[in-house]
């Protein structure tokens, strides 16, 4: 009993002893809340297996914790994998040991780290396996729990001077400073309110001397309505200014009319505010040397100036106006005043005391609206600015028509759209036309008579009437088409349906077009469509009855130009007879010349200057192919700059095809482009 007396006696003072050198180490002032030991079970005599240990200590706001090891002797082992030792601060872990250090090495490279942020926790977690191969004595550790010294710490955001107390810290000011409702910001306390002063200075505090940091002065002018204050800088002017940005900053800001910031070393002009109250706002950051400035104010008597609003005018003009006076108030050119339904475009206002006037009515453009488009026709833009002076862009809707004249557009003062001639809209309206003589596909070779099958994008304008009388036609726009007299003679009043978009007769999906109109040329001699006497004028016009869907496989041929070079060569196609006299089941087309008309055989009929007469070697048109088209250049040779034209229509000729020595004749379509343009318009919706 007396040997374990004195063990424990002898344990004490041992404590007694660490401790003290803990104290000599770590001084321990008057702020130290907490302090207490932490150790392994068993310590110093040794740990069981299977021991363990968890330990947490939490410190309060504005204090932390922190953990000194004294003593650490734990079965070292890869990666302390058997007995560990793992420290913990904010649970964040700083150290996993094991095996034996000095309180050297523990003072160097362990206990620096062992403390918690403020507020924060530390805490321990001890762990052994079932054996050790010799005996262990664990660890042992000191902590404490003490305030921290905020004002320490550079990012407390004191401006000034910092207390630090137990538990937190207080910012306060020097002498002359009010602390700032953010408990951290020192302010100079420099507001002024001059209410009812008519005239006096103002200056930044401390001048000329520099300015203080960290300023907020806000100075107050007003005065009874009727009157100004009319402003004027004196002396220096320097107010910290950097790369061209204000620092610090002198701002003005008046009852009425806009707020204006000064700064640097230029000094603003005199300013007249044309307002009863004024504000002047002086800011200053935590930096900086510079004077601040010094002005005048002095009231005068109230004053309207112009304009009332934007885009008008005054009548009378003048460059003030007295409380009271009256003015007619006129909209600019384009303007009409806002929220009037009438298209008013001007009102009387007075100027009143505060220096505004009453009423205004704002002046907006006039908005000449988004147009009603025909059929085809769309914006270029989707949401275009259709106010005065704006402009608009039209166009069609898809690659196969054209405009066909100028589509710009501008909105005019009256309010509507007007072209680059000055055309109202309404009277000038382009007009969305089929691009005429392109077609996508081109081949060349072959012939009509015996001739080559076309594909089906080479000859998109060749029309086809399958039925008696068996012919063709060609498409000049999305409404109308040309052909021969004699192949719709009798027909006027009947219906008839025309196949498009086909190279093969029997095709299954053609596009159909019903007739709404045929006009024969007044001047052709109706004298027997199957036997005629006399092809002279053998031309007529086939309106169908709705509009022809134009795309890459049915479009238009253009019509010849008024004064052009004589053609000598072009194409003709068709479905009438080929060499076994049977009808050709599939479009042919075939290259021919065109010769003078006195070199072609015509057995005793009328030849006229309305004819063309072409042939070529055994290529010919023949029964059948009457009122397809000859056309030019030459297939396959045309272009977007050299469209084809449709330089004849299919007529008559000698009896039997192919023959070299015989020609075909041919309606001169050049002769009748004004009975063409002049019927087309009469009958047009």
């Not at 770590?26 to 240990?53: A, E, I, K, M």
């Not at 004294?70 to 007995?83: G, N, R, T, V």
């Not at 081109?442 to 998109?460: D, E, N, S, T």
Request: proline share 7%; aromatic share 8%; charged share 20%.
């Amino acid at each position: 009993m007396k040997v374990k007396v004195q063990k424990e006696r002898a344990l004490t003072l041992l404590n007694m002893i660490v401790f003290c050198v803990i104290v000599l180490l770590f001084p321990v002032c008057g702020s130290v809340l907490s302090t207490g030991w932490v150790q392994s079970p068993g310590h110093p005599r040794g740990y069981d297996p299977y021991s363990n240990l968890t330990w947490k200590k939490c410190a309060s706001t504005g204090h932390k914790i922190t953990l000194t090891l004294i003593h650490l002797d734990l079965e070292e082992s890869f990666e302390c994998e058997d007995d560990a030792l793992k420290l913990f601060a904010d649970e964040v872990l700083l150290f996993n040991l094991c095996g034996r250090k000095s309180m050297r090495e523990l003072q160097s490279s362990v206990n620096p780290f062992l403390h918690s942020s403020p507020g924060g926790c530390l805490s321990v977690s001890f762990l052994t396996d079932y054996s050790n191969t010799e005996r262990h004595t664990g660890f042992r550790g000191f902590y404490t729990i003490k305030d921290v010294d905020e004002c320490k710490d550079p990012e407390n955001e004191c401006t000034q001077l910092c207390n630090n107390y137990i538990g937190g810290y207080r910012c306060f000011c020097r002498p002359g400073y009010t602390l700032d409702s953010d408990k951290h910001t020192c302010q100079v306390s420099c507001s002024e309110d001059h209410t009812g002063s008519q005239e006096g200075v103002l200056m930044s505090p401390d001048w000329p001397e520099p300015y203080p940091e960290n300023s907020v002065c806000s100075y107050t002018l007003a005065v009874e309505e009727g009157l100004q204050f009319e402003l004027t800088f004196m002396g220096v002017f320097d107010v910290e200014k950097e790369n061209g940005q204000c620092i610090d900053s002198l701002t003005i800001k008046p009852l009425y009319g806009g707020v204006q910031t000064f700064c640097g070393r230029d000094v603003p002009p005199s300013l007249l505010t044309r307002s009863q109250r004024v504000e002047i706002i002086f800011r200053t950051d935590h930096k900086g040397a510079n004077r601040g400035f010094s002005l005048s104010y002095k009231t005068r008597g109230m004053k309207c100036t112009g304009p009332v609003t934007p885009k008008s005018s005054l009548n009378p003009q003048h460059a003030e106006y007295p409380t009271g006076y009256k003015v007619t108030v006129k909209c600019d050119k384009g303007h009409v005043l806002k929220s009037h339904e009438s298209a008013e475009d001007e009102y009387e206002a007075i100027c009143q005391k505060n220096g505004q006037w009453s009423p205004v009515i704002p002046c907006e453009p006039v908005d000449c609206g988004i147009p009603e488009l025909p059929e085809l026709m769309e914006l270029s833009e989707k949401e275009p600015s259709t106010t005065y002076l704006n402009q608009i862009s039209l166009k069609c809707e898809n690659e196969y028509y054209q405009l066909d004249k100028n589509g710009n557009l501008t909105c005019n003062a009256d309010g509507n759209w007007v072209s680059e001639s000055g055309q109202k809209l309404t009277d000038d309206l382009p007009k969305c036309e089929p691009v005429c003589g392109i077609n996508t596909d081109a081949f060349f070779g072959g012939r009509v008579y015996g001739g080559k099958p076309a594909l089906i994008k080479q000859i998109p304008w060749q029309l086809f009437h399958k039925k008696s009388p068996r012919g063709g036609a060609s498409l000049i726009s999305d409404y109308w088409a040309l052909t021969a007299a004699h192949v719709v003679d009798g027909y006027e009043t009947t219906t008839m349906n025309w196949l498009g978009a086909i190279v093969d007769g029997k095709s299954q999906n053609p596009v159909s077009m019903e007739t709404e109109k045929i006009i024969i040329h007044p001047n052709y001699q109706k004298v027997g469509r199957d036997s005629p006497s006399n092809y002279d004028n053998d031309i007529a016009l086939i309106k169908m009855s709705a509009r022809v869907p134009i795309g890459p496989h049915i479009r238009p041929v253009c019509l010849p130009e008024k004064a052009n070079e004589p053609v000598k060569e072009g194409t003709i196609s068709g479905f009438g007879r080929i060499k076994d006299e049977k009808s050709s089941r599939y479009l042919l087309y075939g290259h021919v010349q065109i010769h003078p008309l006195g070199e072609c055989h015509s057995e005793g009929l009328p030849v006229t200057d309305n004819m063309i007469c072409a042939g070529g070697d055994e290529v010919d048109s023949c029964q059948g192919d009457s009122g397809g088209p000859l056309f030019s250049p030459v297939l396959g040779y045309g272009s977007p700059d050299k469209p084809y034209r449709l330089t004849g229509i299919v007529s008559w000729g000698p009896l039997g095809c192919g023959n070299k020595n015989l020609k075909g004749f041919y309606t001169k379509v050049q002769n009748y482009l004004d009975w063409i343009k002049e019927t087309i318009e009469k009958n047009s919706k």
